[in-house]
């Protein structure tokens, strides 16, 4: 009876250790390394800065809700300072040494560039938060990014234009990356879309007053002025036209993403008109809108835990995250090439920028429906209703 | 181009012309005590708009821009005590390369404690869409009160530095330190005050500009170069030049705009500096010994 | 070979480039060798910087400007794609010499560009050319108008490679070709040829400090330092101040741009964030750390420095750590912080009054 016993008790105590360990092991699962690399410092701050603050926020709430597949995602930020070399250098780490699996950003052209033949070669999944076009044109096969198509944006600058009658513009643009290919895409789809385009200049993107280059715009009898730019001149421009009186309509990018440039353009912000993913307007969605309640949850979390407005130049970061987890979802691996595929086949994904709808010649995934024409009234951000 | 459009383009370079002397004035202060070019000048200016934004939140905004004027005022003295005061072997190059360090100290520090986001300070009257009109052309209001005070400033600063005993024991420090110190000035004294005269003058610049130009922190290095650029095209040392050069070299701008690239307008000022410190470093205005003078 | 003894220092560093080597190697760390190489060509541009600075008395506040002319040249050099060209007559003359080479691009297509070799050339000349054009007036100036002259060239340059649709504006140029030295050798990035551009990498820069110790040697070295110390002195003894200050200012221009030259070409690309304000002043952070007239402090700092930026070990406080840098040595160590008296018997200096 004692020795029966004993087995019975020696059974039982292995099969506890066998348990105890195979729930330990479930535990040590080996986390999934991301890499990211983001302007935090320099040039680009303001975008790299809420992509960081972002990228940090959405990591931590995967893993408290158990991270993906049963492992935790480990993110590794690093700081290019906006310098293509930086991220070069950044990038071979990441890829060599960290050995993780993808990449989200930069926050540059001129950085995912840099960097987009480095990430191709060695097969690293690349998700840019930047905005030229180059990137995913002509496509390389690991290489995507988040932010809309400029000549979308463009596209439904036109739509309005044509709508309210408008037949010659003034376009000017900063002379940075976002601002030299916002004004190539103007350039191109004008034509098409019947619009003159009378005047296009490029100003310092850090220009103190912008009265001198509008001056010569309003010397052309425009019938409205399209800005192509991040701040600071965003807000001045408002200012500067009102002041020298070249009272017509202002477009502006979807640079133009951020409740603050608004309250720094004061009254003369209000009738600016602009497209935009829809976090700015998220409240004031229709409920069957797919997209809001991630906006909202999105919004509230960032505003609750930075104690700053959320602006969509973090939303481009969020995104890829949720693209990049929900390819390791599907692919349920994390071998490169399976993630890479299962990105590739991603439908219907609901982001902060749009609906992602992937393919293997479509490595953006995003329409003309991604942007919502929004406008300012009273220095809050509506839709806009012709 | 019709007389409002030439107005207006005129309009244009006065705006950015009286930003560029008002930043020179300052750099024109230190030079003048010490004979060193302060690249960090451009920062007194942010510094003190920040500040007065960050006051504003309190206090009304003629008091916010005093507070901020003071403080800066202390922050430059401190810079000097605690910089410009301990290098040894003070040579004028040195000196030109400590000032570099702490302009780009004080950038990054403006960085993490304020952020980089874009503000301004409220216009001084009316609001961002306030217009004056002047032959057929509008300018902003703001405008006006920038070449106001730099008008102001430089009727002050003239008479301080040719009449006062201050103001001349702080000319004598830059032309030959050792015998105005055999004279009994103070001359380390004199070097404090004129930094912190120059922070002093620059925060309230900076704080009069910022609803032109808005602020941001890395706006400093820019403002810095244009500035010298002017100053140095008027002849160093020279306020009233400055603002004649700052006004000139403005309109120059204006005018390469309304023919050309706007691109080109950047191009403009800094071979307008090459020409001047190849040809005649002395300046438009200043007198050619001077310049040799005070060259080491 | 009597003056063997100042090249000592070069076979021990070789011999150290060659043990790092053996070691980052045997334990699977080659990946150090990234950085380790970058930094060796920036270091390159601090070499020229140091001749200038500590032995031609002159500053530099511009000198990235010549590192971005010898980058952007080749860059747009070997990536304009003459293919619509061929049939005009000065791109035929060019195919007849040899200096063009036809390649498939990494998206297939086929381009008709410089090959490396000749845009090498051509990018030296151009620094030679500009290095000279600005050289004559400028080095005359003094003190703190030179140090404005030499700002303003650097902001032109950054002004026209950020204007220019050519130099690719504000994204810079991409798809550089790598740099076939000579058949089986060249400098690319990718991580098979770690090994081979890190001993490329420190093979230039030895060859760099070989090149600037037999110039602090020589006539024209002791007629710099003579000037450094008592410049009127040397001009009454008959020196000829100008031609030498010249002659500095160009090869330190030269060093910059082999510097850029080969590091777009290990980086595929370049941009004009090479060239701003800020580049220029991190690369007098590092002569005035190593020391103003000492070529192995400036070296080692340089390599040191830049290594840690570009790890990002910095984080976001890259600037302000080269500020503060700059600070404390301008304060407390103006000499620079390897001053040791070892180290100033392998330059050779002489006795500074006040040093």
Not at chain 3, 34 to 57: H, K
Not at chain 3, 74 to 80: D, E, I, R, Y
Not at chain 3, 184 to 207: D, K, M, P, Q
Not at chain 3, 281 to 294: D, E, P, Q, S
Request: proline residues 3%; contains cysteine.
């Amino acid at each position: 009876m004692g020795k029966q016993l004993a087995k019975v008790v020696g059974i039982l105590i292995v099969a506890l250790a066998l348990c105890v360990s195979v729930v330990a092991k479930a535990a040590d699962a080996p986390a999934i390394k991301v890499g990211a690399i983001f302007a935090v410092t320099g040039g680009a701050a303001n975008l790299g800065g809420p992509e960081k603050k972002t990228a940090e926020m959405l990591v931590e709430k995967i893993n408290k809700e158990g991270g993906v597949n049963g492992q935790k995602i480990e993110l590794i930020v690093k700081d290019s300072g906006t310098k293509p070399e930086n991220a070069i250098s950044m990038a071979k780490q990441l890829i060599e040494e960290d050995k993780v699996l993808a990449i989200i950003g930069p926050s540059t052209s001129g950085e995912t560039m840099a960097i987009k033949n480095i990430c191709q070669e060695s097969k690293t999944i690349l998700i840019s938060c930047a905005a030229a076009e180059d990137i995913v044109n002509p496509v390389a096969s690991y290489v995507f990014k988040t932010p809309q198509k400029d000549s979308d944006a463009v596209r439904r600058i036109f739509q309005v234009m044509k709508a309210k009658g408008i037949t010659k513009i003034g376009v000017i643009t900063s002379n940075d990356g976002f601002g030299m290919a916002g004004g190539k895409q103007l350039a191109n789809l004008a034509n098409l879309a019947g619009i003159t385009i009378a005047i296009s200049e490029a100003y310092d993107k850090q220009e103190t007053d912008l009265t001198g280059v509008l001056t010569k715009v309003k010397g052309q009898d425009v019938n409205a002025v399209v800005n192509w730019s991040i701040v600071p001149a965003q807000s001045l421009v408002a200012k500067n036209m009102k002041q020298i009186g070249l009272n017509v309509p202002l477009f502006q990018s979807h640079g133009f993403g951020n409740i603050k440039y608004v309250q720094e353009g004061g009254e003369a912000a209000n009738g600016t008109i602009f497209p935009c993913g829809r976090l700015l307007i998220a409240e004031i969605l229709p409920d069957n809108n797919p997209q809001k309640k991630l906006l909202l949850g999105y919004k509230k979390d960032y505003e609750s835990q930075y104690k700053e407005d959320a602006s969509t130049f973090g939303g481009h970061a969020y995104d890829a995250l949720l693209i990049l987890v929900e390819g390791i979802k599907k692919a349920k691996s994390t071998d490169k090439e399976k993630v890479r595929e299962a990105i590739e086949n991603i439908k219907g994904l609901v982001g902060t920028a749009g609906i992602f709808n992937f393919s293997s010649q479509d490595h953006n995934g995003l329409g003309m429906d991604a942007f919502e024409m929004l406008t300012v009234k009273d220095g809050k951000f509506v839709i806009y209703k012709n | 181009m019709n007389l409002p459009q030439v107005v207006q383009y005129c309009f244009a370079g006065v705006t950015v012309g009286s930003i560029y002397a008002i930043v020179a004035i300052g750099f024109n202060i230190i030079y003048n005590t010490t004979g060193i070019i302060n690249f960090a000048q451009g920062e007194f200016l942010i510094v003190g708009a920040m500040l007065a934004i960050s006051f504003n939140h309190f206090v009304p905004l003629p008091v916010a821009i005093f507070l901020a004027v003071v403080v800066t005022t202390i922050i430059g003295g401190l810079v000097e005590i605690v910089f410009i005061r301990q290098v040894r072997n003070a040579s004028v190059l040195r000196l030109i390369v400590i000032t570099i360090g702490i302009s780009i100290l004080m950038r990054e520090a403006m960085l993490h404690i304020w952020d980089e986001k874009v503000r301004s300070l409220p216009y001084f009257t009316g609001t961002g869409v306030s217009t004056v009109t002047i032959l057929g052309a509008h300018i902003s209001p703001q405008v006006l009160w920038v070449l106001g005070v730099s008008t102001i400033i430089v009727m002050g600063l003239t008479p301080f530095f040719r009449f006062t005993l201050t103001g001349r024991a702080m000319r004598a420090c830059a032309d030959d330190r050792m015998a105005a110190r055999l004279c009994g000035i103070n001359d380390r004294w004199m070097v404090t005050l004129s930094f912190m005269l120059s922070a002093g003058i620059g925060a309230l610049a900076g704080c009069v500009i910022s609803p032109v130009t808005q602020t941001q922190y890395d706006m400093g290095a820019s403002l810095a170069i244009k500035g010298f650029t002017v100053a140095i095209l008027g002849g160093l040392g020279n306020s009233m030049a400055a603002v004649a050069a700052g006004l000139m070299l403005g309109l120059i701008e204006a005018l390469v705009m309304s023919q050309f690239d706007v691109a080109y307008k950047e191009a403009v000022s800094i071979v307008i500096l090459l020409l001047i410190l190849v040809f005649r470093p002395s300046g438009l205005f200043g007198k050619r010994e001077i310049a040799a003078m005070r060259a080491l | 070979m009597t003056h063997f003894r100042r090249y000592i220092p070069v076979i021990a560093v070789a011999i150290g480039v060659i043990i790092l080597q053996v070691v980052l190697s045997g334990t699977r760390s080659t990946y150090y060798m990234t950085q380790i190489t970058m930094s060796a060509y920036y270091a390159l541009v601090v070499i020229g910087l140091c001749l200038l600075m500590g032995y031609a008395g002159q500053i530099s506040l511009g000198h990235a400007g010549f590192f971005a002319i010898g980058g952007y040249t080749t860059a747009v050099l070997t990536t304009f794609n003459l293919m619509a060209y061929r049939d005009t007559p000065l791109v035929s003359l060019c195919r007849s010499l040899g200096v063009l080479v036809q390649r498939q691009d990494i998206y297939g297509a086929d381009i008709l560009a410089f090959s490396p070799w000749p845009a090498f050339v051509v990018a030296i000349l151009l620094t030679v050319i500009i290095a000279f054009m600005i050289g004559l007036p400028v080095i005359r100036l003094k003190g703190h108008y030179m140090a404005m002259a030499s700002l303003g060239f650097g902001l032109i340059i950054y002004r026209i490679v950020l204007g220019g649709r050519i130099f690719g504006q504000a994204d810079g140029v991409s798809n550089v070709p790598p740099f076939t030295i000579i058949a089986g050798l060249e400098v690319n990035g990718r991580a098979a040829f770690r090994i081979e551009s890190y001993y490329i990498a420190w093979f230039v820069v030895l060859a760099a400090m070989v090149l600037a110790i037999n110039l602090v040697h020589s006539r024209v070295g002791r007629a710099l330092r003579s000037i450094h110390e008592n410049e009127e002195a040397a001009h009454s003894l008959g020196v000829n101040t100008y031609c030498y200050k010249l002659l500095v200012f160009v090869l330190s221009a030269i060093f910059a741009a082999v510097g850029g030259i080969l590091l777009t070409h290990y980086n595929g690309s370049i941009g004009p964030s090479e060239v701003t304000v800020m580049k220029s002043v991190r690369y007098l952070v590092i002569v005035a750390v190593g020391g103003m007239a000492n070529l192995w402090g400036a070296l080692f700092m340089g390599v040191l420095l830049n290594f840690l930026s570009l790890r990002g070990v910095f984080g976001s406080y890259d600037d302000a750590v080269f500020a503060i840098i700059l600070i404390a040595i301008m304060l407390f160590a103006p000499q620079g912080l390897l001053r040791l008296p070892k180290f100033r018997k392998v330059t050779s200096s002489p006795r500074r009054a006040n040093g």
